[in-house]
């Protein structure tokens, strides 16, 4: 069992790094091409090979959903999430713009009572006080150099939260498979129309043209790199279990650190980190008593 568990967690920890392995990879290209693009490209690729996975596991049928309109909103959510991450790590270090992204459960058991009507806990609302104070430290020198631009991170946050609610309101509608088909198939036509509209808008930053192949070549990585991640992460929870491998995602933002400071000469001050570490220590606190109140 131990053997087990301890399989579960490498498998977790290995596929929440490759997650941010991505991440800086994405980061590279900033200035080659219009992140609008980038994440378009990203997905395309990702749905096109998940796609053809599922058509030859499941064959046809596996591509009808039970509810097309949820499994759309599935896609716009994500495809929101990644259009405000891309840009955020286009200009800001990778590790701060992570820190950030580490709300999304907080904001995901706040939105749970409002839209399913599920109870929120008291813990829920201490730990989301204490993470939004780690998000002020966080915040501290991004909003007076880059302005509102260091929000898109909360963006980002709140997107996915409400696709997570949207996983729930799915569960159990069609395979694993399926549902990752269906989210990135979303994703990537509303990032393909973002993108077009984003072209002919004239903003020079938004312009897609044609990009050099490295470009092509590193998009089509991040889109390999993450599906395997998200396996991984599948692989570990079937032998771990959720609660057991929750914690290890933060392993995601000490790889962000690392990789920011090494390819990109990042080096997050004491007051950045430390309001990581409060976000971090608020997810920890509302996983436990999830665990409690299951015991």
Request: aromatic letters at 8%; a positive charge; hydrophobic letters at 60%.
């Amino acid at each position: 069992m131990l053997k087990t568990e301890q399989g579960g967690l490498i498998l977790a920890l290995a596929g929440f790094a490759l997650l941010s392995s991505g991440d800086a990879v994405i980061k590279t290209m900033a200035g080659q091409w219009s992140p609008l693009a980038v994440a378009a490209l990203r997905f395309t690729i990702g749905a096109g090979g998940l796609s053809i996975i599922l058509l030859l596991k499941e064959g046809r049928s596996a591509f009808l959903p039970q509810r097309p309109w949820l499994q759309a909103g599935r896609g716009v959510c994500l495809a929101v999430a990644t259009m405000c991450f891309f840009a955020a790590i286009f200009v800001m270090p990778l590790a701060e713009a992570t820190a950030l992204i580490f709300l999304a459960p907080i904001i995901t058991a706040l939105l749970s009572g409002p839209l399913l009507k599920e109870k929120v806990r008291p813990a829920t609302w201490i730990a989301s006080l204490i993470a939004f104070a780690g998000v002020a430290l966080v915040l501290r020198p991004n909003l007076s150099e880059l302005g509102l631009v260091a929000l898109l991170p909360l963006g980002s946050a709140f997107a996915f939260s409400l696709m997570m609610l949207a996983n729930r309101a799915v569960a159990g509608q069609g395979s694993s498979l399926s549902m990752q088909v269906f989210v990135a198939a979303g994703a990537a036509s509303v990032l393909l129309l973002c993108a077009v509209i984003g072209d002919v808008s004239g903003g020079e930053r938004l312009a897609v043209g044609w990009p050099d192949w490295t470009v092509i070549a590193r998009c089509a990585v991040v889109a390999v790199t993450a599906s395997t991640a998200h396996w991984l992460v599948y692989l570990g929870t079937t032998r771990a279990g959720a609660a057991t491998i929750a914690p290890m995602t933060y392993v995601q933002l000490l790889v962000a650190v690392t990789l920011g400071w090494l390819i990109f000469g990042d080096t997050p001050d004491a007051m950045t980190l430390a309001g990581a570490a409060v976000i971090i220590g608020a997810g920890l606190y509302l996983w436990n008593a999830g665990r409690e109140k299951v015991a």
